[in-house]
């Protein structure tokens, strides 16, 4: 491997293993031109038969702001709506369960907020309709005529953009609690019926004082989920 090669590629392992998950953003803005470039390398992911099945809503300003502030509203008055596929399980089974209350249980503990205090998480899970502050916000799509195995498309262009954007020393959130509310953003942006409203994304600088990006999410161990097989 050539310095240049390995230079490279520890750039882009750096840029992996960096990418967490910010959840309070600085005010600092985005430029569209990165925006756009971060969706141009996001649009590099492979698909199946290179249908590329992704559409992406970009968001700042007082688009943005309109959006939050209509999602907040429902939110604040128990709306709720139908959420158009299924993300988390019915019924929760070990391991996964574990890990997901581990991580609750983690990220309220930095914040100071108590399992009984119902307002104070009630107050934090509406954060993400304002993408917690970032100054971009992105709602991906897809056409609802696409089965199961292209939300695994989509999902490889969201990594991309995710990547890019550490690569860039900015941040992000991939945030699925967008999916709770496609009515109002349907209604709000003016997507059509044909589109499943699939998730948003915060995009920005992460603040480094904020004791919710102290967080950093537990890993499994490479023994726990792969299994080697025909190798030396």
């Known amino acids: 491997m050539t310095e240049n090669n390995r230079n490279s590629s520890q750039c882009v392992e750096d840029a992996i293993a960096g990418r967490r998950s910010a959840r309070r953003f600085l005010p600092n803005g985005v430029p569209k031109e990165t925006v ?14 290179n249908v590329q099945p992704w559409k992406v809503y970009a968001l700042s300003g007082a688009a943005k702001e309109e959006l939050s502030r209509a999602i907040m509203k429902k939110f604040d008055d128990g709306e ?121 994304m915060a995009l920005g600088y992460a603040d480094p004082e904020a004791p919710e990006n102290t967080l950093k999410a537990d890993r499994e161990p490479l023994e726990n989920f792969a299994d080697f097989r025909g190798f030396e």
């Open 36 to 49: 756009e470039r971060l969706l141009e390398l996001g649009a590099m992911a492979p698909s199946g038969t």
């Open 80 to 200: 709720q709506e139908q959420r158009e596929y299924d993300y988390y399980p019915k019924v929760w089974e070990e391991p996964w369960l574990s890990r997901r209350r581990k991580l609750g249980k983690s990220l309220y503990g930095v914040l100071g907020i108590s399992k009984d205090d119902k307002e104070g998480v009630k107050r934090q899970m509406a954060r993400n309709f304002t993408f917690f502050d970032a100054p971009v916000g992105l709602i991906f799509t897809m056409d609802r005529i696409f089965g199961l195995g292209m939300f695994m498309d989509i999902g490889m262009f969201m990594e991309n953009v995710m990547v890019a954007a550490r690569a860039r020393g900015l941040d992000t959130c991939p945030q699925a609690f967008f999916a709770d509310y496609p009515d109002t953003i349907r209604n709000r942006l003016g997507i059509a019926q044909n589109e499943i409203i699939v998730c948003g």
